[in-house]
């Protein structure tokens, strides 16, 4: 009997899987993200856990009033991190933009429903800053899916997602309502940031008289969801084969 060994290389595609999670809370805010409301961008960091592509990014927004209305385009970038700096106290914050997008079509799914407020970070022209407790109910995901000539982040490295839109206007006659970046239940990094001159650190409002909230002045965090390509997993082989020689 003789032996003979092949060699064999199996390749695996695993499955997506999330690299960063922040899921929306039920019982929280929106923070407006449109450029009437913020002046441009507000955003929210991630921890790199693989070096891969990121080719699907997910949102959970809400609308003012639930007015919902429809996006002429929403802007998303992927910025470096500007670390905490110790010596002058200054926290962390988006720093270059290292790749971003205008997206045309962009689609909501209902999500879920919670009991959310709704405000600015600060007062922009025409827009009232003051925060407003349960203002809307009905949360919505979207999901930037299969995204073409996709960042790729590096393990171990930190990096910001921030967002701005346009939309149309909407309401009995015709005014504006806003959406907003629902804040997250389950916080990681150190919090959120907005553009007000510079980048400076959310934090949950004082919504009195409308309503109360006990984590006045503590850090926000954001609802998103970062999803790298799949990864291919190579694994060799090595098997054995029997022959049997039978003599005549």
Known sequence: MKKIFAICLICIVSTANANWTQLPEAHGWNVGFDYLATQGRIADNWLAATTAAVTDIRLWVSWQGDDVSQ????????????????????????????????????EMTPYGTGDEGFFVPFSASGFSSIPIAHDSNTIYQIDISDIETPFTQEAGKVYWLSISASYVATGLEGEY??????????????????????????????PSPSGSEPRHGQPINLAFEIVPEPATICLLGIGALSLINRKK
């Open 177 to 206: 309502v806003h959406p907003g970046w629902v804040t997250s239940a389950n916080p990681s990094l150190p919090g959120a940031a907005y553009v007000d001159g510079g980048w400076l650190p959310l934090a949950y409002p004082d």
């Open 71 to 106: 996006f002429l385009s929403l802007d998303i970038a992927i910025q470096e991190d500007v670390p905490y700096n110790p010596s002058t106290g200054n926290p962390s914050k988006p720093g270059s933009i290292k790749w971003s997008r205008s997206i045309s079509s962009v």
